[in-house]
């Protein structure tokens, strides 16, 4: 008896360690997630949501009228905002650090500063900024784009349907190049010296070293930018509703299912505000399955070669 | 940051709700404690002194305003009504909104108040009843719209307010011609276009409140010819825009007019004090919204602001005393010197002293007035008529839809839902 209670000591007390971290995850995370999905099936008058209506919201949201046209809409915003920092704000990211990782750069702590300094500033201080700067009567962008003899292209960038997400998005992928920069920057940095001169032995140049060396070795970190850059895009709201509001100007081009979820489920339609709770509930659980999946997904894209 | 901002907004919400807990510790011995609810943050000032003259009367009654971020109003008084934090007396929207809350059970029934019905017409208390007749709310205020324009520069151009649609766009001709924005208005905002710029001249365009009810009662579509006159008249200002209106939100308007870089502005009457605040020396009138050649003309002015009582308030009687001084000439002459643009809805308004004021009062002389269009009955639906209105409006000054496309989305918009 004391034999196997000795054997199993190591095995099982580790477990008392968790249960702080579990206690304050299920009561902040786990439980709220649980209400929510549970919300989705009700509606109500007001905050009281009191009806059971099985998957009624759902129904309404996927296939009913002007929600579903909003809706899909939102959903399809998401995926341009999210295509944005996936091809500008990760390229450059992976750009800049590698850059900045080659040792015959001088100064690559001035640059890293600067590349990262937009990402340490509030979203409402940086959204009100580019909202002054893209301002077609007083902004400096098109001032400086007529200066230059550009006047075609000086529009009113957050006006135009065509124009209005992808600035947002460029803005948005401006202010968070930095985090990718800065986790792929410490990757490279990991990859051993050796590797790099025995390519040069090899007669190796730089994009052969970039695509051989560089590329299979972060290749699982590319995995976690995805992942970050994925989940962070598919929650996002304060960007948007900084530079174009909740209401997705023009004609909810800007919508994306942050705030989608932020007029239906938080604040209501302007001008009578009530929001519809059960309904906000099912764009959340959506929100909610879309990021489960997605990152599933990424993950079995980016899983480490060496452990196929 | 999304976490942050996630705290950010359950701090926020703790605050509110838990603002009122200590109301009640605040008063003196022997006295009553209230709070007010509203949406007008900016009129924390004027309504302190308003109290302050209900304290000359009533010392014993202390009132608390407490206003709520405007565009979040009506979510948060609607959670604080509904967990038992509401305030005693709250600010009530007009029409269905207004109703809602009144159907719940969240507003006292002031039916039998006779101060009520001496102090207000009909026409003033129809805002804040039921179908069934019931008041809901005690009117008290009402807005205006109109034209700003820029004195000044009229008179440098020679020109003066236009009485017709087509003097405007004359009139707007030559202000381009002479190189300035003719009209500051942009649509980034969205609701300023719908509810200063529609709203604002439909009722000429349509034939006013007896048209409006037509319109309510199912013999007349959405999308008649009249109805799409409004739309072709919001599309016939493209022109004379700011350049890149489609990104020029409210208050870029109002700076380009107080800027004196736009001649006029379609506005409401509750910019007043902030112009006079903000720039003293500008000098600014208003004029009304241009008809059709042939047309009555009409103001919108419309109820906005009524006061209700909380039921589960502890102190209805305290509450009811401040309804009722509020409903004498007295405090109507605070309230209306107080906040100017804001006009006190009383039978007998008295004389307002700001020139300003009194300057948008005076356009009602010799019109015919309604409410902005789709507040009374065409509100509760999906899609609304005011979203409508709103889309279509956007749409015809973008190109994007033909004032017909306009109407016609408006008709089967509203008749998906609404029945007469």
């Known amino acids: ?308 | 940051m999304k976490k942050i901002a996630m705290v950010g907004l359950a701090l926020l919400v703790a605050t509110t709700l838990f603002a009122g807990g200590g109301r009640e510790a605040r008063t003196a011995e022997g006295s009553v404690g209230l709070t007010l609810g509203s949406w007008r943050t900016d009129d924390v000032q004027q309504i302190n002194r308003l109290i302050a003259a209900f304290n000359e009367e009533h010392p014993n009654i202390a009132i608390r305003f407490d206003p709520t971020n405007p565009p979040d109003y009506n979510a948060t008084l609607r959670l604080q009504l509904e967990s038992g934090t509401g305030p005693d007396i709250f600010y009530a929207r007009s029409y269905a909104t207004g109703q809602d809350l009144f159907a719940d059970g969240y507003m006292l029934d002031l039916s039998d108040q006779a101060f009520i019905a001496s102090a207000y017409d009909e026409g003033a208390r129809d805002p804040w009843q039921t179908p069934e007749g019931t008041q809901f709310a005690m009117p008290l205020m009402a807005v205006s719209h109109g034209v700003y324009y820029n004195v000044d520069l009229f008179n440098e151009l020679g020109i003066t307010p236009p009485a017709t649609w087509d003097e405007l766009l004359q009139t707007a001709q030559k202000i381009a011609d002479a190189g300035y924005t003719p009209i500051a208005n942009g649509l980034a905002d969205e609701w300023d276009i719908t509810e200063v710029l529609w709203m604002n001249i439909a009722p000429a365009f349509l034939g006013g409140r007896e048209a409006r009810l037509a319109y309510e009662a199912g013999t007349r579509p959405f999308n008649d010819p009249a109805m799409e006159s409004v739309f072709a008249a919001v599309a016939s200002l493209e022109p004379f825009l700011p350049r890149g209106y489609e990104a020029i939100s409210y208050n870029d308007s109002k700076a380009l007019f107080l800027l004196g870089e736009a001649a006029m502005w379609f506005d409401g009457s509750w910019t007043v004090s902030e112009f006079e605040a903000s720039n003293p020396d500008f000098t600014w009138s208003v004029f009304a919204p241009p008809p059709p050649a042939g047309a009555t003309p009409h103001i919108t002015f419309h109820p906005d602001a009524g006061i209700a009582i909380n039921p589960a308030s502890p102190n209805i009687e305290a509450a009811l005393t401040f309804l009722e001084w509020l409903s004498e000439p007295r405090a109507s002459a605070v309230l209306g010197n107080e906040l100017a643009g804001f006009f006190p809805m009383v039978s007998n308004p008295p004389a307002l002293e700001n020139e300003k004021a009194n300057a948008f009062l005076q356009l009602n002389e010799g019109r015919e007035l309604d409410v902005r269009f789709p507040w009374p009955r065409l509100m509760s639906g999906d899609p609304s008529a005011y979203s409508l209105i709103q889309q279509g409006s956007i749409g015809v000054i973008t190109g994007r839809m033909t004032p017909r496309e306009a109407a016609r989305a408006l008709h089967q918009g509203v008749t998906s839902w609404y029945t007469p």
């Open chain 1, 1 to 308: 008896m004391r034999h196997t209670r000795s054997a199993l000591h190591p095995y099982w007390s580790w477990m008392w360690y968790l249960v702080p971290a579990l206690f304050f995850y299920s009561l902040f995370m786990a439980w709220p997630m649980f209400k929510s999905l549970e919300l989705s099936l009700y509606t109500g008058s007001g905050f009281n949501l009191d009806t059971f209506i099985g998957f009624d919201n759902y129904r309404r949201l996927f296939g009913q009228g002007v929600v579903a046209e909003r809706f899909w809409g939102a959903f399809r915003n998401t995926w341009i905002f999210f295509a944005v920092h996936m091809v500008v704000q990760n390229s450059l990211g992976l750009l800049f650090a590698t850059i900045l990782s080659s040792s015959s750069l001088r100064g690559a702590q001035i640059y890293r500063t600067i590349i990262f300094i937009p990402a340490t500033l509030a979203i409402v201080v940086t959204g009100f900024l580019w909202r002054l700067l893209l301002n077609p009567q007083w902004g400096s962008v098109n001032i400086i784009l007529t200066a230059l003899g550009l006047d075609a292209l000086a529009l009113p960038w957050l006006g135009l349907e065509a124009t209005a997400l992808i600035t947002i998005s460029l803005v948005s992928s401006w202010q968070w190049v930095g985090i990718p920069t800065m986790i792929f920057l410490s990757a490279l940095q990991n990859i051993s010296e050796d590797l790099f001169e025995a390519a040069e032995i090899d007669g190796a140049g730089n994009w052969t070293t970039f695509w051989r060396i560089k590329m299979p070795l972060i290749w699982p970190i590319m995995g976690v930018v995805s992942i970050l850059t994925f989940t962070a895009n598919f929650n996002a709201f304060d960007v948007v509703f900084a530079m174009a509001g909740a209401n997705g100007p023009p004609n909810f081009s800007t919508d994306i299912l942050g705030t989608y979820f932020y007029r239906v489920g938080i604040a209501g339609q302007h001008p009578v505000g009530i929001p519809d709770m059960g309904l906000g509930a099912a764009v959340a659980s959506f929100i909610f399955l879309v990021l489960f999946v997605g990152v599933l997904v990424i993950r079995s894209v980016f899983r480490d070669k060496e452990e196929l």
